[in-house]
């Protein structure tokens, strides 16, 4: 079974987190939420309390299949800020393991600390006018090898289906999924 890191620093995009865990869920995938935090317990951008099932700090030698960064306006600069995080993300990214900003976390994130080596990505707003070592797409998601990138809240779902179609090898069972929820992917 593919397991799935999403984490979440404060300020995070609370839909965009949520709606990836539960589309992944949904499709019997394991997803582990990590606080990029002190403790578990983590406010979002809306400010909704959550409470993560570990920090990264305990889960940082752990190796997932795929590692997703909810955006949201402080969530990704907190993101961004953390070597820790940094360090994790590139350690996936190096095994090869999916990797999925979404929204401002592209830019940010893997921008903003030289981890899109050239790729194709996309990111909400004009965030990407900022970043040198990418090449920015206007798409709702875009993929380049084991990058996915979502645009932001409102193709987070088309950002999950998809995640979750390549974590499965197979497209058949999410689009089954995807219609089951009336979502027309």
């Known amino acids: 079974m593919a397991k799935v890191a999403v984490l979440l620093a404060p300020g995070f995009e609370e839909a965009e987190?949520?709606?990836?865990?539960?589309?992944?869920?949904?499709?019997?995938?394991?997803?582990?939420?990590?606080?990029?935090?002190?403790?578990?317990?983590?406010v979002s951008y809306h400010n909704i309390?959550?409470?993560?099932?570990?920090?990264l700090s305990e889960k940082r030698e752990t190796r997932y299949d795929a590692v997703v960064l909810p955006g949201g306006p402080q969530g990704s600069i907190h993101l961004a800020a953390s070597e820790e995080v940094v360090r994790f993300v590139a350690a996936h990214d190096e095994m090869g393991k999916y990797i999925?900003?979404?929204?401002?976390?592209?830019?940010?994130?893997?921008?903003?600390?030289?981890l899109l080596k050239?790729?194709?990505?996309?990111?909400?707003?004009?965030?990407?006018?900022?970043?040198?070592?990418?090449?920015?797409?206007?798409?709702?998601?875009?993929?380049?090898g084991h990058l996915l990138s979502g645009k932001g809240l409102g193709h987070a779902f088309d950002f999950a289906l998809t995640l979750a179609?390549?974590?499965?090898?197979?497209?058949?069972?999410?689009?089954?999924?995807?219609?089951?929820?009336?979502?027309?992917?």
């Open 17 to 42: 987190a949520i709606i990836t865990i539960d589309i992944l869920r949904r499709m019997h995938i394991e997803v582990e939420t990590l606080a990029c935090a002190e403790s578990r317990a983590v």
């Open 49 to 55: 309390p959550m409470v993560a099932d570990s920090t």
């Open 100 to 114: 999925g900003p979404i929204c401002s976390a592209a830019a940010r994130v893997l921008g903003g600390n030289g």
């Open 118 to 144: 050239g790729r194709r990505y996309v990111c909400s707003g004009d965030l990407w006018q900022d970043v040198k070592d990418g090449v920015y797409i206007d798409a709702p998601v875009v993929e380049d």
């Open 165 to 185: 179609a390549r974590l499965l090898k197979d497209e058949a069972p999410v689009r089954d999924h995807a219609d089951h929820i009336y979502y027309a992917w």
